[in-house]
Structure formats: structure tokens, C-alpha cells
């Protein structure tokens, strides 16, 4: 029996796709080793079968672990990965499906990863069929669309995307593997211990910007200034007004603070003026990523998670996309009247499906590949956890919001004149909701009440007084603002930005959640990479090769001549890290001593109160303790056990009732508990559960 044989990115697209693509809607599942793939019918026989994502990666051809390596190939990842042996068994399925196929379909997602994945399944798998395969596009996964794309499949695949993908994963290859091994070998030279140091074409810069504002924030010299506040009665109620500006000496505010001193003031203006606010514009990855940030503080890469949760649900349009406009071949009506059976949305969708026309308020961000981010309508076949609700209800009311009337706001500035003083008063409150109300709660808008006042009008003053302040440090970038800085710098893409932030993290080149402070080792990697090659933290450079990967795209550049260019910087870059190995070497070997130091300090050891308590191992018994770093000296012998199970996390607080350090405890699938260290804790005596004695 001859098929067609469609290629998806994953088994939960491969069900979809087969389902919608099946005349009754039900097709055959078969598993063989492990591998499910699906038979149905549609004008022919269809077999769709899935990936696990890419199937197949760069490595270098070489075995040996040295520097520079110029010279690679793309493998099966079970050729390069010790734990992907599964893909052996994979590929072997797609390989034998691929056997009896009389034609081939690029199921995939129609991004750059999903082409490349595609493509070398294709290519390696399928005996070279990527010439002669069709392409599905589609940007949900509802049976509607697929059906479409699959009845108007594209005739080749899209082979600029491709390049353009081969050549990001093969610069990115090159630049990661060269630099991270340089930084390795480096740091075990010097200290004849391994540990994995990276850094890459994106990485790089990315820490820079972080690194810049850290050194900013650390050399910031606060600067003292006074403000000088009136407390005002206007029918009854109390209200704190200004003075016009900031005074720099307390001299000066002094002085003004008693020339306007008094008991009533004189309303010397009062300003109104109404604003439109348009409606937000439609949801990009990375706009969606922030706006989940501040609104629920999840970070992007577990966003992104959902997002493809969501998606493979066929509740979203595929998420990986950078536009904000929404082409009403999308079907505005149709998504409003499957939303308007939700009972939450039911109210919001009528309205708008009663106006006379539909037109979104679209934002100037353009991807050729897929629209802004949408509900598809569909409801939820299962329940969705706490996570994936809040992310989706975003999705659907920011959709809703983008076609509702602008909101009206009214702002009132107001001036007090205390002796002659100038004190201000701002107020602002909503007189027409517009989209506001299709947003909330998710729209945070400051509502005051305003008072009645006219010019000449005479108000009571109660208390006039004078507060010192000082200027701030720049703040630290949270993963938020991480994201927008590095969507302004054009440093990676909508797909991997949420990833280096998340791979900063994991390297320990982080630290904090929130609040993003570069470590020791962060520093330490970052120093090396700024004075001994520049060039490879640039974002100037990093830019100029995501133009020229866009110009691939655009088929105005060709995939050789950016390897080459990024083979010669390469060759002067490496070259110029092993001439100065024992120097980086030096430099990286302290940062880690550093960082290994820092992950384990417990705090001040309290019995000699001059050295630190750290997690050690004992070289005898194998078990982890806390020591004093004076018991290297024969100094101090300070020791408490800890549990031999689970994350020991310092919390930098001591119990209050013995005064011993306090750890948290993460054991996986369990909730963290905190841990008096001292086993002599009076409380533990009374209590089961060992947080008693904190």
C-alpha cells in the first residue's frame, strides 16, 4: 500500500494533524518500538509520524576535546548525546515508513527550527526526499486549518528558511563550541579540575549588558536631595501636595519651608485635559513574555512552555511569532462566536460581535511566516492547571481588547500657591472604559477622586514638611526588561532570548530571579571575554550576523560566505585565547574557586566567629556537613550534619531560638522546609518537623 507520508515536529501535533486530516476523524494509531505513528485517510492513504524535536545535530568530526575545530557534520543526536540513545530507534521507524511513501509532506512547524527539523529528516532519514517534498503551512492546529493546508500544500519546501536556520545552528555551533572549550581548558590548566564554562555568539553579549548595569549599579555614589510636602484639606478629605521641584540643599528647603509656611493656600490653577488610549495591540512572543512576567512573574522560558502547551492544544495560534497583526483571513467572527460560548467571555464577545465592523488595533512588528498571537475559539478538551488558565485568559481578553473602542481619560494638574510657592497636585481618573473593560483585570490604571476645586478657591494646610532622599542606582534588569534590552539590540531571536536567559542561569553566571546580579563567575568569564576578544561580545557583531542571516532569508546572502566570515573571526579569536591560557586560566580557576565558595557558605561560623560555615563532603564517609573553612588551619572544628537527601539552599537568617544558621531544604516533588542546623536545638525536642526550631 503507497501513502503519503507527513513529518510532524511532535507526537501531539502527529495526533492532531492525523485526526483532522482523517474522513471520519479517527484514525489508526500504531506504535512500533515505542515510535507512534498514525494512518489516515483523506483522497489516499496518509501515514503521519513524529519527531522529538531536532532528531539530528552538530558535532565536530574530530575526537578530540581540543581547539579551534572548524571541520563538522550533522549526526543523529544518539551519535553525539549519551542520554538520546531513544533517537536510534526513532529514526530507524521513520526510516522504514519512509520505504513505502510515494510522496513526502513537511509537517513541521513553519518557523526556522521546525524547516530544520523537517528538512534533515527529510534529507537523512527519508534517502534524500528534501527536493522533492511538499510543504503543509498552517498556525494552529486547529482541524480547519490543517485540513486547508494539507488540501493546498505548498510545492517544495521553504529552502530560504532552511538556510538561513542551517546557517544560525552552524555559526551558533561554531562560536559556542570554540569559546566554551577555550574558557574550559583554560580553567583546567590552571587548576587541574573540570569545570564546563560557555559562552556563545548570543550568550556573550547578553551577559555584557547585564555585566555594564551591574558595574553601573556598584559604582553609583548616591546623591542627597529634600522634597518639601504640604498636607492640604479639600472638603474633608487630605491630600499631599508638592512642591514644584526637588531642592538640592537642606538650606534651601529650610528656607522655603518657613517662607511658606501657613495655614490656608490659594488654588492658582487647575489644568483639565482628556487623552484617547488606544487599545493595546495584538500579543508577539516577546511582548507576551513580558506582560506574563509582570502580571504573574512567570520567566519566559517557562512561558514559552506553556505557550507550546496551549498551542498543541489547538486553544492558540502558534506562539514562536513576531508579528502583531491579525489578517482577517483568521476568521474574527467565527473566534468571537466560539468564545462566546465560554461563559466567562460570553458578554465581552457579544458586544463586539454586534459592532458593524471588526478591526483590530494592530502594532508595525511583521513575520512572513505567521500572524500575532490568537485564541483559536476552541474550548479545552481537559482541565488546564492554574499556569496555563492565566496565560490563556491573557491571550483570549488581550484578543478581545484589540477590538474594542479606545478608553478616555481625564487629567486634572492642579496648582496650590502656598505665600507665592508653587505646590502641585496631579490627579487622573477613566471617564470612558473603552477596552479597559475587556481587559481586566490585566489593566492596572490609576483612579482618583477628584475634589472640587476653582481657581482663586481656598484650601486648608495642616502640616508642611521637609523629607530627605537620595538619587537611586540604576535598576537591575529582571527578565522583563532583559528581554525588551535584548529585542532592542537585535541580540537573538523571539525563539532563543527566553533560553540564553535561562542558560545564564543554569552556567550560575546569575544570580536571583527577579532581580538579575551578575556572579562572581559571571564576572569572572565575562572580564576574560571583554580584554582578550572583544569582538565576540559585541552586540555590534552579534547584530551584524542576524542581518545577515535575515539577508539568507531573503535569499540577498548565501549560507558559505557567513560560515566564512565567522570561521576567520574564529581563527583570530582562538588564537589569541591560547596565546594568553595561563593568564585566562589563572582568572577563570579563581572566579570558580569563588562561585564553588559562594554556593556553599552557610554563613559566619559562630564558635570562632572569624571564618565561614560551608557545605563539605567527608573524604571518608562520602556525606555532606557543614564546616568551618578555619578547620583547614586546625583553627576551628565547628561542624553540624545535614540531611543526606534534597538541595541545601543558605538562607542567610539564624534560628530564634539557639542563634545556629538556617538552611531551606528542596526535596524533589515536596514542599521546602527550613532546618535549624544545631541537632541541640531546644525546640526539635518538642516538635516532629524540623522547620520548629527556625
Known amino acids: ?342 461563559p466567562a467571555y460570553t458578554k465581552q464577545a457579544s458586544e463586539l460581535l454586534a459592532k458593524p465592523s471588526l478591526k483590530p488595533n494592530e502594532g508595525k512588528k511583521i513575520d512572513p511566516a505567521h500572524p500575532a498571537i490568537y485564541p483559536t475559539g476552541n474550548l479545552a478538551q481537559k482541565p488546564l492547571d492554574a499556569s496555563s488558565r492565566n496565560v490563556f485568559d491573557l491571550v483570549v481578553k488581550r484578543f478581545l481588547a484589540v477590538f474594542a473602542e479606545p478608553a478616555v481619560r481625564q487629567n486634572v494638574n492642579i496648582t496650590i500657591s502656598l505665600n507665592d510657592y508653587r505646590f502641585c497636585l496631579s490627579l487622573a481618573r477613566t471617564l470612558m472604559e473603552g477596552w479597559f473593560r475587556f481587559y481586566r483585570p490585566y489593566v492596572r490604571i490609576k483612579e482618583d477622586t477628584f475634589p472640587p476645586l476653582m481657581e482663586g478657591q481656598t484650601v486648608d494646610v495642616s502640616q508642611l514638611s521637609v523629607k530627605k532622599h537620595y538619587t537611586k542606582p540604576p535598576l537591575r534588569y529582571n527578565p522583563r526588561s532583559l528581554l525588551l534590552e535584548m529585542e532592542k539590540k537585535e541580540i537573538g531571536t523571539k525563539a532563543t532570548r527566553a533560553s540564553i536567559i535561562q542558560t545564564l542561569h543554569d552556567r550560575k553566571y546569575l544570580n536571583g530571579v527577579d532581580q538579575l546580579a551578575v556572579s562572581d563567575l559571571g564576572f569572572g568569564v565575562i572580564g576574560v571575554l571583554e580584554r582578550y576578544c572583544p569582538v565576540v561580545v559585541s552586540p555590534e557583531m552579534t547584530r551584524m550576523l542576524e542581518g545577515k542571516m535575515e539577508d539568507i532569508q531573503q535569499c540577498k546572502e548565501n549560507k558559505q560566505s557567513v560560515l566564512t566570515d565567522a570561521v576567520e573571526t574564529l581563527k583570530q579569536v582562538t588564537t589569541e585565547l591560547k596565546a594568553k591560557e595561563t593568564t585566562i586560566g589563572s582568572q577563570l580557576s579563581e572566579a570558580l574557586k569563588q562561585s564553588w565558595l559562594n554556593d556553599r557558605a552557610i554563613g559566619t561560623c559562630p564558635k570562632c566567629g572569624c571564618n565561614q560555615l560551608i557545605i563539605l563532603r567527608s573524604k571518608k564517609s562520602g556525606k555532606r556537613f557543614v564546616g568551618c573553612t578555619g578547620f583547614f588551619e586546625g583553627k576551628c572544628n565547628m561542624a553540624y550534619p545535614l540531611p543526606q537527601k534534597g538541595t541545601i539552599k543558605p538562607l542567610g537568617s539564624a534560628c530564634k531560638i539557639c542563634d545556629a544558621p538556617v538552611v531551606a531544604t528542596y526535596m524533589r516533588g515536596k514542599k521546602p522546609w527550613r532546618l535549624c542546623l544545631n541537632p541541640q536545638c531546644n525546640s526539635k525536642a518538642t516538635a516532629n518537623k524540623p522547620e520548629a526550631g527556625c
Not at 545535530?57 to 571541520?71: M, W
Not at 534529507?123 to 488540501?151: I, P
Not at 508577539?284 to 512561558?303: M, S
Open 1 to 342: 500500500m503507497k501513502y503519503t507520508l507527513i513529518v510532524t515536529e511532535k507526537p501531539d501535533a502527529a495526533n492532531r494533524i492525523a485526526t483532522a486530516l482523517d474522513a471520519r476523524g479517527k484514525p489508526k494509531k500504531s506504535i512500533q518500538n515505542g515510535v507512534p505513528y498514525y494512518e489516515s485517510y483523506r483522497s489516499g492513504n496518509i501515514v503521519v509520524v513524529p519527531a522529538l524535536g531536532h532528531l539530528y545535530t552538530i558535532t565536530s568530526k574530530q575526537k578530540k576535546r581540543n581547539y579551534p575545530v572548524f571541520d563538522y557534520h550533522w549526526v543523529p543526536r544518539y551519535q553525539a548525546e549519551k542520554k538520546a540513545g531513544r533517537i536510534r530507534v526513532w529514526l530507524k521507524v521513520i526510516s522504514n515508513l519512509a520505504k513505502e511513501a510515494e510522496m513526502f509532506v513537511d509537517g513541521c512547524d513553519f518557523d526556522i527550527e521546525g524547516s530544520i527539523i523537517g528538512y534533515t529528516i527529510l534529507k537523512y532519514a527519508c534517502g534524500e526526499k528534501q527536493d522533492t517534498a511538499k510543504r503543509m503551512k498552517y498556525s494552529t492546529l486547529t482541524d480547519e486549518e490543517l485540513q486547508t493546508a494539507y488540501d493546498n500544500l505548498l510545492p517544495h519546501l521553504d529552502f530560504a528558511l532552511v538556510e538561513a536556520g542551517l546557517t544560525r545552528h552552524e555559526v551558533d555551533w561554531l562560536y559556542g563550541i570554540n569559546l566554551s572549550r577555550a574558557l574550559t581548558e583554560a580553567a583546567k590548566t590552571a587548576s587541574g579540575q573540570y569545570s564546563t564554562l560557555s559562552t556563545g555568539r548570543v550568550q556573550g553579549p547578553t551577559l555584557r549588558f547585564l555585566e555594564e548595569r551591574e558595574k553601573d549599579i556598584q559604582s553609583f555614589v548616591p546623591t542627597p536631595y529634600w522634597k518639601l510636602t504640604a498636607k492640604i484639606s479639600i472638603d474633608n478629605k487630605i491630600y499631599a501636595v508638592e512642591y514644584e521641584r526637588p531642592l538640592e540643599t537642606l538650606a534651601e528647603a529650610k528656607a522655603i519651608q518657613n517662607a511658606a509656611k501657613t495655614k490656608t493656600g490659594t488654588v492658582s490653577s487647575v489644568e483639565v485635559h482628556e487623552s484617547e488610549v488606544q487599545p493595546p495591540v495584538p500579543f508577539d512572543l516577546g511582548t507576551l513574555q513580558r506582560e506574563v512576567y509582570k502580571l504573574f512573574h512567570y520567566t519566559p522560558i517557562r512561558t514559552s512552555a506553556i505557550l507550546q502547551r496551549l498551542y498543541l492544544d489547538a486553544l492558540i495560534s502558534y506562539p514562536r511569532t513576531s508579528s502583531q497583526k491579525l489578517p482577517s483571513a483568521i476568521g474574527y467572527k467565527d473566534i468571537l462566536k466560539k468564545l462566546q460560548k465560554t
